[in-house]
């Protein structure tokens, strides 16, 4: 009796012979496609075993599975396996001391302890552990930040308040993106970096000395780029922060407004900060929402700041640091240009 053929559609062939040339496939796949390829041809089941060097069995099953399941048969049946050595009591006594046990003196769980945790009650190893783990989509290891706080029903408003300023900047009036960076480290290499050369990249010190820290405050004019910066001279605080106000106040055209955006730091919001505000109605200011000093577009600012100079700088001391940063804002505002802002201030999806 002849051996029943298989049909296939144009698409089916086209599927088969596309897989029965990739490289990067299964072999058992390939294989398969080359079987049915061969017996959707017309040729005989043991002939086609013997073109694809496996018995004739496996021929007649495939094509049998395909004629019941169609590109199915491709791949394996789900099989049985070994049966599970531990059971749900170990899976939630591991989830159980992952998320409401502590190590004795550790800060987190490692596979390690969890294991020596569970030897008496379930003994399991760690490798195991990782594999429940993963299953489970458990990672003690890894840690997000998070900020505890309750939502701001004015969010939307505000972000778009500024949003709307940055898309839309007030006509006779100077849009200004005010903020500080504290905290900038002055730190010098023990010795000098050694330069590139063809095949070698420039190679630094990693030992380094500290010289203290600089502060600095920053306006940047949102529709040229351009940045007015200051060294905070002491402390973060009310008083200097109205003393650099002051200084816009006198650098600034008196016939031109001045537009601020501030986030909600301690010195933009101060009583003393607000009594300034009011005693000079040239200023007006639009505030970020909380939590969101991202939305203050001189943030930008800081960050070309920090790749373009600070990250790989070397300060022999704080007034070198203090130098070289005024330097570099001065050299930019040269050809400075505007960040280009697309945010429009609608609410975000979380990830």
Not at 119 to 139: F, M, N, P, Y
Not at 266 to 286: E, G, I, K, M, N
Request: proline share 6%.
């Amino acid at each position: 009796m002849a051996d029943p053929h298989i049909t296939l559609t144009a698409s089916q062939r086209a599927r088969l012979k596309k897989l029965a040339r990739c490289a990067r496939a299964e072999w058992r796949r390939v294989s398969r496609a080359r079987i049915l390829l061969d017996a959707a041809h017309g040729r005989r089941h043991p002939d086609t075993a013997r073109r694809n060097r496996v018995h004739v069995d496996t021929v007649r099953r495939l094509c049998a599975r395909f004629r019941a399941e169609g590109e199915a048969a491709l791949g394996d049946r789900p099989r049985s396996g070994r049966p599970p050595r531990y059971g749900p009591d170990a899976r939630l006594a591991i989830v159980s001391a992952v998320t409401e046990a502590s190590p004795e003196a550790d800060s987190h769980w490692s596979h390690r302890l969890l294991a020596e945790h569970l030897a008496d009650t379930v003994g399991i190893s760690e490798a195991q552990i990782g594999r429940i783990l993963k299953d489970l989509d458990l990672r003690p290891h890894r840690v997000r930040g998070w900020l505890n706080r309750p939502a701001d029903p004015d969010f939307a408003v505000r972000a778009r308040a500024v949003c709307d300023l940055y898309l839309n900047p007030p006509a006779g009036a100077v849009l200004l993106s005010v903020d500080e960076k504290t905290q900038v480290q002055a730190v010098a290499r023990r010795h000098p970096d050694r330069p590139e050369r063809p095949g070698l990249r420039t190679r630094r010190e990693f030992e380094y000395v500290r010289h203290g820290t600089v502060s600095l405050y920053a306006a940047m004019d949102v529709t040229t780029g351009q940045v007015l910066g200051e060294i905070i001279p002491g402390r973060n605080d009310s008083t200097n922060f109205c003393w650099f106000l002051t200084q816009l106040d006198q650098a600034i055209d008196p016939a031109l407004k001045i537009h601020l955006i501030l986030d909600n730091g301690s010195a933009h919001t101060s009583r003393q900060t607000r009594a300034w505000l009011a005693a000079h109605p040239r200023f007006t200011v639009t505030f970020t929402p909380k939590h969101a000093s991202w939305l203050n577009m001189v943030e930008m600012f800081f960050s070309t700041l920090t790749r373009r100079l600070l990250r790989r700088g070397s300060f022999t001391s704080r007034e070198d640091l203090a130098g070289k940063i005024l330097n570099f804002i001065e050299v930019r505002d040269r050809d400075a240009k505007p960040y280009r802002w697309t945010y429009t201030g609608e609410l975000l999806k979380a990830t």
